[in-house]
């Protein structure tokens, strides 16, 4: 499926949606594109839709941060990009297990990757602009997003 964001405000219209429709969901979230592509910015206005109430940054030097959405459940975040060529055992399913994870530059750990989950892929099209194509990878997934306009 492909979208066209025009403005900062339908990005974050995009990832309001996006939190409705799995509000209270274990589901994992795979985000791709070039740096400034919006990765964290979408991820900051996803976070904020479900009640996160820290600030959400780049975990880049971090790999992963972890956020309470409103109803407690957690809110992963993580930024594979340090692990390329990494093909130890990170842990990361438990995270993948327990709640919603968002997961930028995941191929770096694709093969650590739930195969249901979500991804998109942001492309840089201006200056607030972004062409999206967002796919569901198992049934989970494909029910989460039926009916997407």
Known sequence: MK???????????FANEMARRLKGQTMTITLDGDLGA?????????????GVKRTI??????????YKTEDGS????????????AHQDLGFEECFEEGLCVVEWADYIAEQIPADH?????????ETSREVEMNAHGPKSASLLEGWK
């Open 3 to 13: 979208l066209n964001l025009n403005s900062l405000s339908d990005t974050e219209a």
């Open 57 to 66: 940054n780049s975990p880049t030097f971090t790999i992963m941060k972890s």
């Open 74 to 85: 957690p809110l992963y975040h993580m930024d594979a990009y340090r692990l390329e060529g």
């Open 118 to 126: 979500i991804s998109i892929s942001l492309k840089e099209t201006g």
């Open 38 to 50: 919006g990765k964290t910015a979408w991820t900051r206005f996803f976070g904020k839709a479900l």
